[in-house]
């Protein structure tokens, strides 16, 4: 009883860090869906950006992808029944077999899913960046606009006093 009682609190952790897991997932999803609305957009500075967005993907992409496995890995075992005290294993097999041929199917199928979800992050990102380099050249537009107009301004209140 003990055993199933750690078991459970197990899961219900679990399920907490998987639906902020879900959260933040969609939260990237989102980002990288804008950032790719904007690619191409804007030029000013696509270089550092591209550097820094490879620099983060460098990092983050093989922490996802191990995430993703052994998600993955869990999902296919959770069939497999817990062989608890006292109960004889009866579902497990004498002597182990490699998997059957199914299951590469599984990998691929899941390997896919994980492709589509990581460029569709990676467009959502590309899109806040795009987005974010065009604030940032526009900021850069008023900041020249304004120095012109003060430099105007005082070069007016000079030739007055001539």
């Given at each position: 009883?003990?055993?199933?009682?750690?078991?459970?609190?197990?899961?219900?952790?679990?399920?907490?860090?998987?639906?902020?897991?879900?959260?933040?997932?969609?939260?990237?999803?989102?980002?990288?869906?804008?950032?790719?609305?904007?690619?191409?957009?804007?030029?000013?500075?696509?270089?550092?950006f591209a550097e820094s967005s490879q620099?983060?993907?460098?990092?983050?992409?093989?922490?996802?992808?191990?995430?993703?496995?052994?998600?993955?890995?869990?999902?296919?075992?959770?069939?497999?029944?817990?062989?608890?005290?006292?109960?004889?294993?009866?579902?497990?097999?004498?002597?182990?077999?490699?998997?059957?041929?199914?299951?590469?199917?599984?990998?691929?199928?899941?390997?896919?899913?994980?492709?589509?979800?990581?460029?569709?992050?990676?467009?959502?990102?590309?899109?806040?960046?795009?987005?974010?380099?065009?604030?940032?050249?526009?900021?850069?537009?008023?900041l020249f606009e304004a120095r012109a107009?003060?430099?105007?301004?005082?070069?007016?209140?000079?030739?007055?006093?001539?």
């Open positions: 009883m003990k055993e199933l009682e750690q078991e459970k609190d197990s899961l219900l952790a679990g399920l907490d860090v998987v639906e902020r897991a879900r959260e933040w997932y969609q939260n990237q999803i989102h980002g990288v869906a804008e950032r790719q609305k904007h690619v191409g957009q804007a030029s000013r500075c696509t270089d550092f620099s983060r993907m460098n990092i983050l992409l093989p922490k996802l992808q191990e995430v993703n496995r052994c998600l993955g890995d869990l999902i296919s075992s959770s069939g497999m029944p817990f062989a608890s005290h006292g109960a004889a294993p009866a579902a497990i097999p004498s002597n182990p077999q490699p998997p059957p041929p199914p299951v590469a199917p599984k990998a691929i199928q899941r390997l896919k899913e994980q492709n589509r979800l990581l460029t569709q992050e990676v467009t959502e990102k590309s899109e806040r960046i795009t987005q974010l380099e065009q604030e940032k050249a526009a900021l850069i537009k008023q107009r003060s430099a105007h301004d005082s070069s007016a209140l000079d030739s007055t006093f001539i």
